[in-house]
């Protein structure tokens, strides 16, 4: 027994390090940095000088990372709220069934007729070539920002059906095994051995049940109890818990873990912690996806591909072209454009991941003969291979070629989007976030809110807002609050060192965000201004406005009146405070700035001017100034 050492994972990682800058420098992608990596420190390359030639530790490195493919699942399934799932049903299940069923109903007969294969053989082979790879769209949608055009919905659609069409592919291969009670005594590690299909049905409807129910009844609680601890690895540590021990569950059953972990992830979808959980598991994600792709690389089979290289180029060739034919008939029935059409075949025409569990599974039962099942293997990981630089082609030649230039698309895409659809995060959800936040969503606007009061969270919640438990100055919990994608950030968490904490790091890495910030007093807006933010709100001045406005109107001011005052008083303090930021650090000049400005604030509410006139003769100052 080899055995994954030490040695092993440096190689790994470091192969990762040399390899993805490069590949996405050169505009590949991080996937096909990945796979590269993995084709260079594979046995036929620098594996055997590497050590790292066995095919034992190559299977342990794979099963591995396999977790990395289960955790994207469990992320996938927390970003989608059942009631958009609902909305999306007819797009799920109608492309996805003329995806998925239409590659099937093509490969069968070319098995059954041509290749002089068996009917469960056939139809085994059909489903393992129908799936496509989730790990490699879901990153490429990720990385170029495809995940919201019609591509990439339609393509989510399609992986969503595949995942779940897992369940039935899985338990009808064993049924059309001839050699299927001799062969799954061994072809299983499961409880259910050798047990009744009654039996079995009962245990998967079970094993699902108990996922949901733990997902309602007893996740939430216990985030709860560890969030008043205010302890924040066991979060880390119970999210990865909660997604091993689904896996597990699944595996005892006879089901894919992936499933598993998709089913929790849906079952966790409206949780108040969801965006908590998705930081904490998204770098081991990360990690491990990365791993798996090396993985897929170092187990193509070079020996093979050389020994019999044209029956592997024609499975290729012939598998890819069969699947793109089947997705231009999906796109083109479901109204895509060409263009989208275009990029949906190339997202999907691969052969995916699960195709390593189907026939892993189908080898296990004898369905497929030894030579087709090595030969498969090979196709799949040569498909996956080939896909990031088909996405690469098409960016680079074919978009253009027919009109689909980036900036053009990007003006599509901004044009498709309603105004309701842009996104507001508001970090901070006491009185000032809170009040920000009712008069966005009674606008017509929907907000994602960040707020690290479980209990505060929790009763705005049952109140029917939509407040999520996370520590917003973590950049992982910022990407999955969707920061890349918003419009506006509202800075409105107490105390101010926090609030400014996460200014920074919104500042850093999301410089198209707009950020309106929270200070407590002028003094800190101060310091925000001077740092060139100009939309600075003190959280105590439109109050005392208002209370002056009304003092004004006790001592006897008519309410017009009182109330041009204010707006006047408005108006000068918010171009002084611009004024007293330059000289906040030296007090001698900050005292005599302060008296002007404090004298010429009196002479505009004393001479009585009309609002219009004290903004020009504001404007006019300041660009004399300049």
């Given at each position: ?121 056939s139809l085994a082979i059909g489903s393992a070539v129908a799936m496509s790879s989730t790990a ?354 509202v800075a409105a968490i107490d105390p101010p060192e926090i609030n400014k904490r996460l200014i ?123």
């Open positions: 027994m080899g055995g994954f050492s030490m040695f092993q994972a440096f190689i790994y990682l470091l192969a990762a390090i040399v390899c993805v800058p490069i590949a996405k420098r050169s505009g590949l992608g991080s996937v096909l940095g990945y796979l590269i990596a993995g084709v260079l420190i594979g046995p036929y390359v620098l594996g055997p000088f590497l050590g790292l030639s066995s095919g034992e530790s190559g299977e342990d490195i794979m099963h591995a990372a396999e977790f990395g493919v289960v955790m994207m699942l469990f992320l996938v399934g927390l970003e989608l709220d059942p009631n958009e799932f609902w909305k999306m049903r007819k797009k799920i299940v109608g492309i996805g069934s003329i995806q998925l069923f239409g590659t099937i109903l093509l490969i069968m007969p070319i098995c059954f007729h041509y290749l002089n294969l068996g009917f469960g053989t490699i769209i879901l990153q490429t949608l990720s990385e170029k920002g495809l995940t919201k055009t019609p591509s990439g919905q339609s393509s989510f659609a399609v992986l969503l059906f595949q995942d779940i069409m897992v369940i039935p592919i899985l338990a009808i291969l064993p049924l059309l095994a001839v050699n299927a009670t001799i062969v799954t005594e061994h072809a299983h590690d499961t409880l259910l051995d050798g047990a009744p299909g009654w039996m079995k049905t009962l245990a998967i409807l079970s094993a699902i049940g108990i996922i949901f129910f733990v997902g309602n009844y007893i996740v939430n609680p216990f985030f709860k109890y560890i969030a008043r601890l205010q302890v924040r690895e066991l979060f880390t540590s119970f999210a990865l818990m909660l997604v091993i021990g689904v896996s597990v569950l699944m595996t005892y059953v006879g089901l894919s873990p992936a499933l598993g972990a998709f089913m929790a992830g849906v079952a966790l979808a409206n949780s108040q912690y969801k965006h908590q959980l998705e930081s904490d598991i998204e770098p081991f994600k990360a990690l491990l996806l990365g791993l798996f792709f090396i993985a897929v690389g170092s187990t193509i089979n070079f020996n093979l591909i050389i020994d019999d290289p044209l029956t592997i180029l024609f499975m290729t060739l012939g598998i890819m072209t069969i699947k793109a034919i089947v997705l231009l008939v999906a796109g083109w029935i479901f109204k895509l454009k060409l263009t989208q059409n275009i990029l949906f075949v190339m997202l999907l025409s691969q052969i995916g991941e699960f195709a390593f569990v189907i026939l892993n599974l189908t080898n296990q039962l004898q369905l497929i003969p030894k030579e087709w099942h090595d030969l498969l293997l090979a196709t799949t990981a040569v498909t996956m291979t080939i896909t990031p630089i088909l996405l690469m082609i098409n960016e680079k030649w074919i978009a253009p070629l027919i009109g689909m230039r980036k900036r053009k698309f990007a003006e599509e895409i901004e044009y498709d989007l309603p105004e309701s659809h842009k996104k507001i995060i508001i970090a901070g959800y006491g009185d000032f976030g809170n009040t920000i936040g009712r008069i966005v969503k009674f606008s017509g606007f929907q907000a994602t809110v960040l707020d690290n009061d479980s209990d505060r969270v929790n009763l705005l919640r049952k109140m029917g807002f939509k407040v999520y438990y996370g520590d917003a100055t973590n950049l992982n919990v910022l990407r999955a609050a969707k920061a890349d994608e918003a419009h506006i950030l920074e790091t919104a500042k850093e890495h999301f410089p198209n965000l707009k950020i309106l910030v929270r200070a407590r007093n002028r003094f800190e807006a101060y310091e925000f201004i001077n740092d060139g933010f100009d939309k600075v709100y003190r959280e105590t001045f439109y109050t005392a406005l208002q209370a002056g406005v009304d003092c004004l109107e006790l001592l006897g001011v008519s309410h017009e009146d009182a109330v041009r005052q204010g707006e006047i008083f408005k108006v000068a303090e918010k171009a002084s405070l611009k004024k007293l930021s330059k000289h906040s650090h030296n007090l001698e000049e900050y005292i005599t700035v302060s008296r002007e400005e404090t004298e010429r604030i009196r002479a505009l509410l004393n001479e009585g001017m009309n609002l219009e006139l004290v903004e020009d003769e504001i404007e006019e100052e300041d660009s004399e100034k300049r």
